[in-house]
Structures are given as structure tokens and as C-alpha cells.
């Protein structure tokens, strides 16, 4: 529904401020509520181009009573990818659904250094595909209050972009640092770079800077939003910072484990 409605009250009293509060939760509903309904009609556009590309790949073959074979397996095997895409597309709607819910979210410690070496062996092969070189510098006592769930999903969605846009040839560096009550992680590489304008944006659902260049990469443009939802929900923040010459780095604050936290 709509939340127009606004109290008007005079002078400072209780009643004064109880209006205003309204007015300014009334407000905030409004957002959420658009931000509701473009999601809605972003996710169902997103949906709807893999489906269409099966609809017509399957129309194209049985319309077509004399193609030969190799054209036939050709478009099954696109079909095959147009599947995969809706997979991977629920997978992360399913995603950040868990993370609007806060299921699961018992917090455990989680240390970068491990989450690292797994995940950096799990994009060694498609950095190699474009001979990327994956450095790190660990530091000492890097273990977060999070959950080895969303720890994997920060990181890998991190270290996947920073592979996804680069350049061959090119270097994804992850540096960790244990900081007070806090733990830093940093995801820095020599990419294509963001757009300064583009830069506050690219944490929203859906939102890609080049969607051919996403697209072609497997992207959905979901992937940055589950990435802030998790930080957020873990009591951390997230920033993006261009580097020079080339490329951008991804900074993770999240709160240290602290070892009172193990007795219970
Ligand atoms: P996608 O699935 O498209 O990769 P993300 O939510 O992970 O979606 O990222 C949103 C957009 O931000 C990407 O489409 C890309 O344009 C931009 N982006 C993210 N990480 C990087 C990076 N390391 N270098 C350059 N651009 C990036």
C-alpha cells in the first residue's frame, strides 16, 4: 500500500515529537516499500531473459524439422547455460532471502587466514585463466565474531570480482590485519576500475556497471549486495576505494573474536 499519511502537530510537546517520529517511520516504510517493488520487477527481468532464450532455443528446434544435428546439440547446450543462469540467480535470491531473515546466524569465530588459502584455492583455476596472480599478507590474530557461512560469501564474492574484471596478466591482492577490537580485510586488485559515480551504487541488488561485461563473466549484479547484507549483519562495514593506477579495493572491517566469547 501507499504510506502517505503525515501528522501535523504544533509546539514541542510529547505529542509534537510522537508526530514527528511517525512522520519519519512513515518515511522509511515508503523507501522500503519501493525498494520492494523494483526489486521485484528487476529480479522477475532478470528471470525472464534466460527463460525467453529457452522458450526460443526449444521453438527453433522443434520448428525446424531438417536441422542437423550439430546445430540441435548447439542449442541444447545453450539451453543448458540459459538453466544454469536461473540456478545461479536463485541461488542468490535464496541467499540474500537468509540474510533478510537472519536464519542461521549464530556467530562463531572465523579466521581469515583459513577462509583465504580455502577460497583462494578454490579461484586459483580461473585466475589462471587469465594468468592472474593471487598474492596475500596475512597478518597475525585475524579471527572475526561471524559465521564460516557468510565469512566464505564475503570473501569469495570479493575475490571473484577481483578476478572477474581484471586484466590478464593482471593481480588480486588480499591483505588482512588485526586492528584493536578489529579485524581488517582488504581485497585490492590492478582491474578495469569503477566510475566514481558508479561507486556508491554498486552495493545495490541488481546494479552492474557494464552488464555485457557481468553477464559474460556469470555475473547477476547480486553478488555485492549479499556481501554488504552479511558485513552489515555482523556488526561490520564495507568500503570501495580506487587504486592507482588502475583497479579498486574492497575494505572489510568486522569485530574481532574475542576469546571471552569461547567460555560462553
Ligand atoms: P556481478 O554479479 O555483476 O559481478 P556484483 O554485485 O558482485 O555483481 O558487482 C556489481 C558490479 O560492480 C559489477 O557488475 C561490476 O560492474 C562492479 N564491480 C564489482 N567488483 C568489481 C571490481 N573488483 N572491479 C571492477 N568492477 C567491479
Not at 65 to 75: L, N, Q, Y
Request: charged content about 30%; hydrophobic content about 40%.
Amino acid at each position: 500500500g501507499e504510506y502517505t499519511h503525515r501528522i501535523s502537530m504544533d509546539g514541542h510537546d510529547e505529542l509534537a515529537q510522537l508526530a514527528e517520529e511517525f512522520n519519519q517511520l512513515t518515511g522509511r516504510l515508503q523507501v522500503t516499500e519501493e525498494e520492494r517493488r523494483r526489486f521485484v520487477s528487476d529480479a522477475s527481468h532478470e528471470l525472464k531473459t534466460p527463460l525467453a532464450s529457452i522458450r526460443l532455443l526449444t521453438d527453433s528446434i522443434l520448428q525446424d524439422a531438417s536441422i542437423d544435428r550439430d546445430t540441435a546439440r548447439e542449442f541444447v547446450a545453450d539451453i543448458g547455460e540459459a538453466a544454469d543462469r536461473l540456478i545461479h540467480i536463485s541461488q542468490e535470491l535464496l541467499e540474500l532471502n537468509r540474510l533478510d531473515e537472519g536464519r542461521d546466524m549464530a556467530q562463531e569465530p572465523v579466521d581469515w587466514t583459513e577462509q583465504v588459502e580455502k577460497i583462494g584455492r578454490m579461484l586459483a583455476p580461473l585466475a589462471e585463466e587469465d594468468r592472474i596472480t593471487l598474492e596475500t599478507d596475512l597478518g597475525e590474530d585475524c579471527i572475526v565474531r561471524c559465521n564460516q557461512e557468510d565469512a566464505s560469501q564475503i570473501l569469495r564474492n570479493l575475490m571473484e570480482n577481483a578476478i572477474k574484471y581484471n586484466v590478464t596478466g593482471g593481480e588480486v591482492l588480499v591483505t588482512t590485519r588485526r586492528q584493536g577490537a578489529r579485524v581488517l580485510l582488504s581485497v585490492a586488485d590492478t582491474g578495469v576500475g569503477i566510475p566514481e559515480a558508479d561507486m556508491p551504487r554498486i552495493f545495490e541488488r541488481f546494479y552492474r556497471v557494464d552488464k555485457a561485461r557481468s553477464r559474460a563473466a556469470g555475473g547477476t549484479g547480486l553478488g555485492l549486495s549479499i556481501v554488504r547484507d552479511a558485513v552489515r549483519h555482523h556488526g561490520g562495514t564495507i568500503t570501495v576505494q580506487a587504486r592507482q593506477p588502475a583497479g579498486v579495493v574492497f575494505t572489510v572491517i568486522l569485530p574481532a573474536w574475542r576469546e571471552e566469547e569461547s567460555g560462553g
